[in-house]
């Protein structure tokens, strides 16, 4: 099964910049989609940007401008590059995969851990 493993996160003052990334196995890249997710207390999960098979992306408006979705395949890497952070940032960010479909996904799973990511 789809196993994704986040790192990168950290502690950084409004303005700043971090970049996650995310290990990705035991799947097959050509036949899913991937997505960066994000969690502040008291809030439901929302997705913050995903990349089909094709590798078209989307970003939430939240993060537009500011937050860039990207992969490495050779090395099964899910990178989010997060610059100009604000407090309102502040959450676990997850990658997750979904089947394809078309042109778009299916529900996405196989959560990782997390990475904490908290901006002062």
């Known amino acids: 099964h789809v196993q994704l493993v986040e790192s990168g996160g950290g502690s950084v003052e409004a303005g700043g910049s971090l970049r996650l990334s995310c290990a990705a196995s035991g799947y097959s890249r050509s036949t899913y989609c991937l997505g960066w997710f994000r969690q502040a207390p008291g809030k439901e999960r929302e997705e913050v940007a995903r990349?089909?098979?094709?590798?078209?992306?989307r970003h939430a408006d939240s993060v537009k401008g500011r937050f860039t979705i990207s992969e490495d395949n050779a090395n099964n890497t899910l990178y989010l590059q997060m610059n100009s952070l604000k407090p309102e940032d502040s959450a676990m960010y997850y990658c997750a995969a979904a089947r394809g479909i078309g042109g778009g996904c299916l529900a996405f799973g196989g959560w990782g851990q997390g990475t904490q990511v908290t901006v002062s």
């Open positions: 990349i089909s098979r094709t590798g078209s992306t």
